[in-house]
């Protein structure tokens, strides 16, 4: 009598494979992997454009003093004057500054001091020491803002 060890069983059938879309796997991993990439470009892209993005207009200080020391001959420092950033140079005519928000699209202006002249990095607009428009597409000039010097204090506004 045969025991349930040897009688022969009859071969189980094949599992049948699930049905695979081709390639299913590869296009789910470029998907991973564009949306990897995608947030890693959104990542690198949120600073850049708060960089050159001026802050929205906001009630700041209307009254900003510098040390004239931290402003050397021929150079540039910004600030933030009435909640936008402002220019200050120290130029062959004193102390000058001007809102530093281009009049193009808004983007913040630097002071080139090999050029002597207001250089926009969005659009190439640029702009002399009075702040008048010499080159690239800005409509208008840079707004000026007083500026006077008491001591070795410059003072923007007030
Ligand atoms: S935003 Fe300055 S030139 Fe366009």
């Not at 600030?79 to 928000?101: D, E, L």
């Not at 707004?143 to 006077?148: C, E």
Request: charge should be positive.
């Amino acid at each position: 009598m045969a025991t349930p060890d040897t009688v022969p069983q009859p071969a189980k059938p094949a599992r049948p494979k699930p049905p695979t879309r081709p390639g299913g796997r590869r296009r789910f991993l470029e998907r991973c992997l564009g949306a990897l990439s995608a947030a890693g470009f959104l990542g690198a892209l949120y600073p850049i454009t708060r960089y050159l993005e001026p802050p929205p207009e906001a009630e700041g200080a209307s009254r900003v003093e510098i040390a004239a020391s931290d402003i050397p001959f021929g150079g540039s420092k910004t600030v933030i004057y009435r909640g936008r950033p402002a220019i200050v140079v120290n130029g062959p005519n004193g102390f000058i500054a001007f809102n530093a928000v281009c009049t193009h699209l808004g983007c913040v202006v630097k002071w080139v001091e090999t050029g002597q002249e207001f250089f926009c990095p969005c659009h190439g607009g640029k702009f002399d020491q009075k702040g008048q428009v010499t080159g690239g597409p800005p409509p208008q000039p840079l707004v000026a803002i007083s500026v006077a010097q008491s001591g070795e204090k410059v003072i923007l506004g007030g």
